[in-house]
């Protein structure tokens, strides 16, 4: 099993120690990134990646690296502290880059089969609109199954953490990464995802978008065909 790591920080602390955690306990491969460390520019709004072709992204190369782990992944995971009640600027900023990939646009065929899972933490509270920041790209990329976790911490670092906290989340992540190995392998999207699919597949019919409209109908996702088995 590969797993890619995107850290919305730079620094190790809560949610870096959650991710490494549940990694390890997954089992497999891990790359990960740091950002903005490893990625660190913002979407130019060119909006050449949904007209034309994201290659022609003026951050496309410098984002290759990173677009090749999650490519190559078999479970993707999306860690964020909570800033304002949302992800960091760095993840923000990370994911305005695949918006072409949304299905309202050019998804991949392989993230119908992966799994990822969204984790943040918090001194307090906004672990749920966090989440959901990067759930919702999940989401639209086309993701299998997508799992949530956030969990207030009570401290600004890992080593403050309460031990009672460190063992709800050690006993939470054994059992995530349980499913997470019991699923590899059969995943198959959910029926809100299929249900969006195949809306924007009778969207992309019309094709208002010929970049989008000549990606799907290679695809044959406009007749019969679809990217889950």
Known sequence: MKITIIHGQSHKGST??????????????ITEFFLPKDFNSFCTGCTACFEKSEKL????NKLGPLTKAIDNADVIILASPVYVYHVTGAMKAFLDHYGYRWMVHRPMDKMFSKQAVCISTAAGAGIKSTNKDMADSMFFWGIGKTYKYGVAVRAVSWDGVPDKIKKR?????SVL??????????????????????IMRIVQKNGFNKADADYWREKGWTGKRRPWK
């Open 16 to 29: 870096y120690h959650i991710a490494r955690m549940l990694s390890e306990k997954t089992g497999g491969d």
């Open 57 to 60: 992204c003026p951050h496309y």
């Open 169 to 173: 989340i050690d006993k939470k992540t």
């Open 177 to 198: 990464a349980a499913k997470i190995r019991k699923r590899h392998g059969y995943i198959k999207p959910a029926f809100k995802t299929r249900i969006f699919f195949n």
